[in-house]
């Protein structure tokens, strides 16, 4: 596919990454920065144009008559937003994806569509990724939960502790254990490495599993991973911007939110907008205004400022003054690897919660949503399957009868509003969402052939 | 040492395997005209092969992805050692030593097309065949070719597509692929070098002279099937062909493609350096040919202007085609082809020299120094065709022209300490360094470069490989830090 993205900043860059290192895939960038196009094309494989994004000359030189899709994800909404109209205004092309921060766009669906601003889909990464951390706030323990068909089905990924009903025993087990409920493991990482998890696998202490599960199971499941952790009271947020703001709005009426920022204007204004939040001007890595807020009293101290460095060592200090849970939001990678082994709990990374709302674009086949999982070594996603048993190589079969690349889990159908946890006699119907987790992205490519049916059908 | 050279021996292996597989071309011709040469190549192109997949299988463990000094490194190493390996088959077949063989095959892979053989008509045909086919791999470039075929040097085959392709300004590309770009350059190449041949046959050659002079035309090598070159043919046509073809191949390939593309002439019109280049050729062959017919050398205008065309562009797209022994013209004459040849080749073409667009920047940078001196308080960008040069590149393309008058300078003294007479040492190296092919004095378009000793011949290799991957690549294996962990 060919694809153009505007704006190398961090969200840019790693979406180029995660684009270009897929075979099948033209990325061209567009950037103002020359000496940070120079770096990239000399780590990817990739075009670059200097220029301004939304100018249709600068557009030309990318490539733009023949591209498949056009991802916009510059600093500045408008921009964004010119740069998609244009495109499909001079060049009609198909899929034109713009990165809109501001919810006063956002609120008003009007603007988008027919006779409004050409844009196909909208993403802001800091809704993304504060909606993402309110999840983890609400499923205490878990490490990662992920949304498909609506919210009817949640991928968690929790570290297993002794004391949980089901470590020491095999899977197959689960069911005893849980009657009513049901769930599926998809993926087991246990120091690093992936296991392919069948029945009589045992979980083991300090084991990452990942299981799928409907929304109502979840808790239940987890709860066989480890002892049940009492529901979030108290959350100290570090950093009043885009997202520290963001979360406390969604937090603050069911928990007691705590907000720390530095800049007086910000807190001012941040204060003025938010209702309950205790807002608190001061330097969220000040031991004194820690201990004098009760740190040791949260259940979880969320470090969201737009500096990692910040977030890394203000999370450090608030874990050892005695904060239940941190987590911190933390761009480059190796440090997300380096962390997460360490004091922190949960490193966030933003890229890797937003590429999984670009990467469903790009699939082939009716791919509805992707999560990039594990730094995007695995990808967790959710497939449409269409036509009928002549034209579908997986419709009419029941699951143990599709062959799956190596490492890849069929975790859960949705049929309408039911939500099936596969089993081997489970059998595929026509319009039902499968979703599947692949622990090697590098298979994707069968997976997608799978899942397309054949030519004539196309 | 051990883990920096390992992994790019790794990857050279797989270089060797496929450069077996085009000696398949000799070996399937001396088969046909069963010809005493095939034994030659059958054990040449055997032995590359298992030297390759040798070499392959023990470096297996140390196979990683490609950093910037690893390409350049591999770049290095290849042309350093395919010579070597092209060589073999003549070194085996012909009464020639090793550093003859070396000589011949680099002096076919990087373009010169000087050669160190004589009776070249008697030679069997599949080896013939093998010197013009090393001349056309080279003109593109292997490492491009080896980019364009294996998917899998990606990122890495940007550093390394970099470090082969001619020209300052390397990071514009036709596609976003690299081995997307890699693939369009050559069919670009493939495509010119077919109808080259097509035209070349029907203008009174016999196919397999067509096919040879076709490959040296578009690589611009100077290789020929006869000794007199293409004065042997002495036909007007063929002449215009060849003149046609060699300036097309001092194009930039880019812009060729572009051309296709919008099936139009207006790329060439926007291409500042084709502008340049042709507007330098139309001078010089029109100037040239007036000097020759006032000096009396030829009789009438037409004739000198027809031996003027042909050997002028020849010579200055470095190609180094010729009709006429241009050494006993009158020397300015000469010595202008030799100036041409160092500055006409375009960038990201198969030609050698410093390439025009280093020529337009140094000539406007020039330019920008005279005028600020008079308006000191001047800001002016360095634009080329409308684009704006960076002072990276303005730097970049100074240090270039620093080095390459250096290593000129320091080889022509080592030539002249070798014990050759001044023209020679002079047109050897020039002629050398810009993969042009005959220079004057005893290595004249009369004669060739079998005069030379065995050292003064690998000073010429040198000066070749010099040329050819624009120097830096060649010196930078000289730089302590490069081997530094």
């Known amino acids: 596919m060919r694809i153009i993205i505007l704006g190398a900043g961090q969200v840019g860059r790693t979406a180029a990454y995660h684009l270009s290192r897929e075979e099948s895939n033209d990325v061209t960038v567009v950037d103002t920065n020359e000496d940070m196009l120079r770096d990239l094309q000399d780590r990817l494989d990739i075009r670059t144009v200097i220029g301004n994004a939304s100018s249709p000359r600068v557009l030309e030189a990318a490539g733009i008559a023949g591209t498949d899709i056009l991802v916009a994800l510059t600093n500045s909404d408008e921009v964004n937003m010119l740069a998609c109209h244009i495109a499909w ?8 994806i713009a990165r809109v921060r501001s919810a006063d766009y956002t609120e008003r669906e009007k603007l988008f569509g027919e006779n409004a601003l050409s844009v196909d889909v909208w993403i802001s990464p800091e809704q993304l990724v504060t909606e993402y951390v309110a999840r983890l706030i609400r499923y205490p323990g878990a490490l990662q939960v992920l949304d498909f068909a609506d919210g009817r089905v949640r991928l968690v990924g929790i570290r297993a502790l002794s004391g949980g009903p089901l470590v020491g025993q095999a899977l197959r087990t689960l069911r005893e254990h849980i009657p009513t409920a049901d769930a599926r493991v998809a993926a087991i990482y246990r120091s690093g490495r992936s296991i392919q998890p069948d029945g009589t696998t045992v979980i083991e202490d300090g084991d990452e599993v990942f299981f799928l599960a409907a929304r109502k199971d979840i808790r239940v499941v987890m709860k066989e991973m480890r002892r049940e952790e009492a529901p979030v009271r108290r959350v100290v947020i570090a950093g009043g911007g885009n997202i520290g703001f963001r979360l406390a709005s969604e937090l603050e009426y069911k928990s007691q939110v705590k907000l720390i920022e530095r800049d007086p204007k910000r807190a001012r204004r941040v204060s003025e907008l938010l209702n309950s939040t205790t807002v608190l001007l001061g330097d969220a890595a000040d031991e004194k205004l820690l201990l004098e807020e009760n740190i040791d009293g949260a259940d979880v101290f969320a470090a969201m400022t737009n500096s990692e460095e910040a977030n890394i060592l203000s999370a450090m200090l608030a874990k050892r003054l005695g904060a239940h849970k941190v987590m911190a939001l933390i761009n480059k990678p190796s440090y997300a690897e380096l962390i997460e082994s ?89 319009d039902d969402h499968l979703i599947l987790f692949l622990t090697d992205r590098r298979h994707i490519e069968a997976v997608e052939k799978l899942f397309q049916g054949s030519a004539s059908f196309l | 040492m051990k ?36 034994w030659s190549f059958v054990v040449s192109a055997f032995a590359t092969f298992a030297l390759g997949a040798l070499l392959w299988l023990a470096t297996r463990r140390f196979k990683r992805e490609l950093k910037t000094r690893d390409g350049l490194m591999l770049v290095a190493l290849t042309w350093v050692a395919l010579p070597a390996v092209a060589g073999f088959p003549l070194w085996n077949y012909l009464p020639v030593n090793f550093t003859r063989a070396y000589f011949e095959a680099a002096s076919g892979l990087t373009t010169t097309g000087g050669t160190v053989l004589s009776a070249l008509e008697d ?46 300004m390397k990071d514009s590309r036709l596609t976003p692929r690299i081995g997307q770009t890699a693939k369009l350059l050559w069919a670009a190449y493939a495509g010119l070098t077919a109808a080259c041949i097509v035209c070349l046959r029907f203008t009174g050659m016999d196919w397999f002279d067509a096919v040879c002079h076709g490959f040296s035309a578009l690589s611009l090598g100077a290789f020929s099937t006869y000794d007199a070159n293409v004065g042997h043919f002495n036909s007007l046509r063929i002449e215009l062909v ?24 207006r790329a060439y019109f926007r291409d500042a350096e084709a502008r340049a280049i042709l507007g330098v050729l139309g001078v010089s062959c029109l100037g040239i040919a007036l000097f020759l017919y006032f000096k009396g050398t030829y009789p009438d205008f037409p004739t000198a202007l027809r031996h003027a065309t042909f050997n002028v562009v020849s010579m200055a797209t470095d190609g180094g085609l010729h009709t006429q022994d241009y050494s006993l013209w009158p020397i300015f004459a000469p010595m202008w082809m030799l100036f041409l040849c160092s500055i006409v080749a375009s960038s990201g073409s198969t030609g050698g020299g410093i390439k025009m667009i280093r020529t337009l920047v140094l000539a406007k940078q020039a330019n920008r120094e005279l005028n600020q001196m008079v308006h000191p308080n001047m800001v002016r960008p360095l634009k080329v ?46 002629a050398c360094i810009n993969n042009a092919g005959p220079g004057l004095g005893l290595v004249g378009p009369g004669s060739n470069y079998g005069v030379l000793n065995d050292f003064q011949l690998w000073v010429c290799s040198a000066a070749m490989l010099l040329g050819r991957l624009e120097i830096f690549t060649i010196l930078v294996l000289f730089t302590p830090t490069l081997w530094r962990k």
């Not at chain 2, 093998?130 to 294996?150: D, K, Q, T």
């Open chain 2, 3 to 38: 883990d920096i050279l390992l992994p790019v021996a790794h990857v050279f292996a797989m270089v060797m395997m496929v450069f077996a597989v085009t000696m398949l071309a000799p070996l399937i011709m001396a088969i046909w005209e069963q010809d005493p040469a095939l």
């Open chain 2, 385 to 430: 065709g409308g684009t704006v040069i960076a002072n990276r590149v303005v730097f970049a393309v100074l240090a270039f022209v620093f080095l390459y008058f250096m290593s000129i300078v320091s080889l022509i003294f080592v030539q002249l300490a070798s014990g050759l007479d001044f023209i020679t040492s002079l047109s050897s190296i020039l």
């Open chain 1, 89 to 96: 205004t001079l060049y009609r092309t198909p899929k034109k």
């Open chain 1, 342 to 430: 360490g004091s922190i709990d949960v490193a966030i990374s933003p890229q890797t919660v937003t590429i999984g709302s670009l990467l469903a674009h790009v699939r082939r086949g009716d791919v509805v949503r992707v999560h990039s999982l594990r730094r995007g070594a695995a990808e967790a996603l959710e497939v449409v399957v269409h036509g009928d048993a002549d034209s579908s190589k997986v419709i009419g079969r029941r699951i143990e009868d599709i062959v799956l690349p190596h490492g890849t889990t069929l975790g859960a159908v949705v049929r309408g509003e039911d939500v099936i946890i596969a089993h081997h006699d489970t059998t595929v119907q026509p």
């Open chain 2, 123 to 168: 030679l069997p045909r599949s080896i013939n065949l093998w010197r013009h086919l090393l001349s056309w791999l080279g003109g593109m470039g292997i490492i491009v070719l080896a980019v364009a075929i294996f998917p899998m040097l990606g990122v890495g085959g940007m550093q390394i597509y970099r470090a082969e392709m001619p020209g300052p």
């Open chain 2, 242 to 265: 060849l003149t046609g073809f060699q300036i097309l191949a001092a194009l930039n390939f880019a812009t060729h493609y572009l051309a296709w593309s919008q099936r139009g002439v």
